[in-house]
């Protein structure tokens, strides 16, 4: 399957420029759009009384597009407009408009709000008066539909330049931009609906998707489904949760190099003490090699990373391991899994407005794929390659989930996917075993979901 594109504005408009030089007229494009938001919001909400607000530009412009269709279904619909669209295509969607047109200000709640003031043209806050009437009018409504995009929300970035109300349904076109995968706004969105308006898409920047994993054939073994070493250190549990993750994530065999003996569940998980960890990773049928959960942050702690690097083993660097690394380049096969914090702590210049744009710097910086946690978590390669994932579960905020990703990532490495692709895969199965594990999981049993997931 491939992966569906995520386009920026800019990307937006040039493939729009493309379909119109190929022979689709803009105010084709536009009937399409106004017609798919109508039908989207009628299957979603039924025949209520409905305000459409219709900005100046042509989300204004698809919004009387949507008036009108929705009036042909004989729904009661009014329209407010900011001011009149003042040529082309909008213009003309707004003189196909036959019933009335009132001022912002003179609009009357309705129980379905459509918001097509701004989509991806968007380029500063609302005015004051304006974000307040939006959100008044939003409040007062039992259905929210938002045109493209919230309106009130960067494009490209996810951030809210002014307050935006909660939606309960977006309709968007061609495919999905950034915002709506980016937090904050992607919070904002509700349910989410793609209308194929006749633009081909495509991006460096994809949304995550199920990976394809093939199943363990007749002649796999333990080693060709992949081993998976993990460093302990100062605190065995993390590194038990990574190592679990691994195990359930479908590894073949699961090492756990501890600095004293221990023993411990399950019994699958073979733990041995490695007093001269450069020997004990010179095996060469380590696949992956996962340091940083629970590793601490003393002189042992950096002992162990220095010697997983030299070690030459593909790395999932994560937790203790990230505050340690400092700005070195890898040259070996690497995965870096920051949250926030981590991120900041570890590069600190890295400071561009999208989430996106900084994971892609921290990528080339480093040399390594980037896992950028957090409820929308990017994954970025050295070669501005990024993905972005859906929704998480809000319940993934909890200890060791991160150790438990560590491990995932680790497993789908060792199995042979390349670190871009082993990163995403990790990510989409922590996902989605997340979903599966329900309310208050503990880490331990979101790795067990992972089996379910592959
Ligand atoms: N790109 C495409 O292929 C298509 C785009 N369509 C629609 O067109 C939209 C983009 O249209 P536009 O580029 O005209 O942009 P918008 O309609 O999003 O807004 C642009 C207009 O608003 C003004 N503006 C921007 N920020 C403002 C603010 N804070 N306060 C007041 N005015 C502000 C701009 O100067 C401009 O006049 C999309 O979101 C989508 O809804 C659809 O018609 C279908 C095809
Ligand atoms: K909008």
């Known amino acids: 399957m491939t992966a569906r594109p995520i386009l920026t504005a800019a990307e937006m408009r040039a493939a729009e420029e493309r379909a119109i030089a190929g022979g689709t007229p803009v105010e084709l494009l536009m009937e399409r759009a106004g017609f798919g938001v109508a039908e989207a919001a009628w299957r979603f909400a039924?025949?209520?009384?409905?305000?459409?607000?219709?900005?100046?530009?042509?989300?204004g412009g698809d919004g009387y597009v949507a008036a009108r269709y929705l009036a042909q279904r004989g729904m009661d619909v009014r329209v407010a407009a900011l001011g009149e669209p003042k040529a082309g295509a909008a213009a003309a969607a707004r003189a196909a408009w036959a019933g009335p047109v009132v001022s912002i200000d003179e609009a009357r709640p309705a129980p379905i709000l459509v918001d097509a003031l701004f989509g991806t043209g968007l380029s500063r806050g609302l005015n004051n008066a304006l974000a307040a009437r939006l959100a008044s009018l939003a409040e007062a409504a039992r259905i929210r539909v938002a045109v493209d995009l919230p309106s009130g929300v960067e494009t490209d970035t996810g951030a809210l330049l002014t307050g935006v109300p909660r939606f309960d349904l977006t309709v968007t076109f061609a495919t999905l931009k950034p915002a709506h995968l980016l937090q904050p706004s992607a919070a904002l969105c509700g349910r989410i609906v793609t209308v194929d308006i006749g633009i081909e898409a495509q991006a460096p920047l994809t949304v995550i998707g199920r990976p394809a994993l093939r199943p363990p054939s007749p002649q796999d073994h333990k080693y060709t489904r992949g081993l998976v070493a993990v460093?302990?250190?100062?605190?065995?549990?993390?590194?038990?949760?990574?190592?679990?993750?691994?195990?359930?994530?479908?590894?073949?065999?699961?090492?756990?190099?501890?600095?004293?003996?221990?023993?411990?569940?399950?019994?699958?998980?073979?733990?041995?003490?490695?007093?001269?960890?450069?020997?004990?990773?010179?095996?060469?049928?380590?696949?992956?090699?996962?340091?940083?959960?629970?590793?601490?942050?003393?002189?042992?702690?950096?002992?162990?990373?220095?010697?997983?690097?030299?070690?030459?083993?593909?790395?999932?660097?994560?937790?203790?391991?990230?505050?340690?690394?400092?700005?070195?380049?890898?040259?070996?096969?690497?995965?870096?899994?920051?949250?926030?914090?981590?991120?900041?702590?570890?590069?600190?210049?890295?400071?561009h407005a999208s989430k996106v744009e900084r994971a892609r710097a921290a990528a080339a910086r480093s040399g390594a794929v980037i896992v950028y946690k957090g409820a929308d978590t990017v994954v970025a390669a050295p070669d501005r390659r990024a993905a972005l994932a859906g929704e998480a579960s809000v319940w993934l905020s909890t200890a060791g989930t991160g150790d438990v990703l560590a491990g995932a990532i680790g497993a789908m490495l060792a199995r042979g996917l390349a670190p871009f692709e082993a990163a995403q895969a990790g990510v989409w199965l922590h996902g989605e075993a997340a979903r599966r594990a329900g309310k208050a999981f503990l880490a331990d049993d979101l790795a067990r979901h992972l089996s379910d997931c592959l």
């Open 46 to 59: 039924g025949p209520l009384k409905t305000l459409v607000l219709c900005g100046p530009g042509n989300n």
């Open 231 to 351: 460093i302990g250190g100062a605190m065995p549990g993390a590194s038990e949760l990574a190592a679990l993750g691994a195990a359930h994530a479908g590894a073949g065999y699961v090492l756990l190099l501890e600095a004293e003996p221990r023993f411990g569940q399950p019994h699958a998980i073979v733990r041995r003490v490695a007093a001269d960890l450069a020997k004990a990773l010179a095996d060469q049928r380590i696949g992956a090699l996962v340091v940083g959960p629970g590793l601490g942050r003393d002189a042992d702690a950096g002992k162990a990373l220095q010697a997983a690097i030299e070690s030459g083993r593909a790395l999932v660097i994560d937790g203790d391991a990230l505050h340690l690394l400092g700005p070195r380049r890898l040259t070996a096969p690497a995965i870096l899994t920051p949250h926030e914090g981590e991120f900041r702590a570890l590069f600190p210049d890295v400071k």
